[in-house]
């Protein structure tokens, strides 16, 4: 049940917490590149294949 190559729950609360004007642009452009990522990850993996965090986190985000 493993979801590599899938961003942290952890890091994800971390990042909708600090504001976008503490952010430096390196780091927003560092976060929206690993969105996109995590995004497509979450379309090609399966529900079964996807931890309980994962699984959180893709149904807020507007996933399954």
């Known amino acids: ?3 590599q ?3 942290n729950f952890s890091d994800k609360i971390s990042e909708t917490m600090t504001p976008d ?4 642009t ?4 560092s976060e929206g ?6 995004k497509a990850a979450s379309n090609l993996q399966p529900e ?3 931890g ?3 699984k959180i986190s893709d149904s807020l985000s ?3």
């Open 48 to 50: 079964e294949d996807k």
């Open 1 to 3: 049940m493993a979801d």
């Open 21 to 24: 004007s503490h952010k430096s």
């Open 33 to 38: 590149a690993s969105n996109t990522y995590d």
């Open 52 to 54: 309980v965090f994962q």
């Open 5 to 7: 190559g899938r961003k």
């Open 26 to 29: 390196w780091d927003k452009a």
């Open 62 to 64: 507007g996933k399954k």
